[in-house]
């Protein structure tokens, strides 16, 4: 069911043309989440594909909400690998599912995700609400994440737009001629680069040491004396039993539940 929302989220006040109105379908409780924006080229290579799936799925696991513009290429690969925690912000109502090539995955943004529109019922989009969706999508977002664009491109314009919103504005690596926008904003500092997934996530929680403490956990669960536990887990043995998570029983070990 389509609804206008009561109030606009906070994070599109700061905007000098806010929407007059937000239409919405989905799960709005995604808007209290922390949100990254996932945008780019419509034209992608393999390898931001892949890249994409992988940062929007590690982002996702960490609670970390993925907003997007659901267009072919770049957009609706980071819907796909974030689902369902993923915001989809588009161009035309709500009613409609543009573009069509992408209608399964756009269908399980409306069910599973959150889709958001400033369009009101069977409104088609026209070149230039491409853009105008693309500043709500950098307003909601506390990080922007351009995976790959050229320097005319609609990407390289909403790259400028973050920065004036004072948003903090990544990239991927890329080649030198596969992706001119972002290398552009990168040897401009206007950008920073993200060269390890794991470390950039990590920005947002612990997922990496959530499972290094399950994986100790586990180990500990088996029954092994403390030498096994020290020599495989070092000091974390004892950080465990200071944190109630372990008790040290002799030369043995007890996990508490």
Known sequence: MIKALDELPNELLSLKNPPSKLYYRGNLALLKKPKVAIIGSRKMSVYTKECVLELASLLSKLG???????????????????????????????????????????????????????????????????????RLIIALCEHIIIAEADLKSGSFASANLALDLGKKLFVLPQRKDESKGTNFLLAQNKARLIYDFNDYASHFGT????????????FCKQ???????????????????????????????????
């Open 64 to 134: 970390v909400c993925v907003v997007s513009g659901g267009a072919i290429g770049v957009d609706i690969n980071a819907h796909l690998g974030a689902m369902p925690c993923t915001i989809g912000v588009f161009a035309n109502s709500l009613d409609l599912i543009y573009p069509q090539s992408n209608a399964p995955i756009i269908k399980q943004i409306y069910e599973k995700g959150l889709a958001l529109s400033e369009k009101e019922k069977n409104y088609s989009p026209k070149r230039y609400d491409f853009l105008l969706r693309n």
């Open 207 to 218: 997922l990496i040491q959530k499972e290094q403490d399950d994986a100790f956990l586990s």
């Open 223 to 257: 029954g092994v004396s403390l030498e096994e536990a020290l020599a495989r887990f070092g000091s974390k043995v004892y950080e465990y039993e200071l944190e109630g998570k372990i008790d040290i029983q002799g030369v043995f070990i007890k996990v508490l539940e």
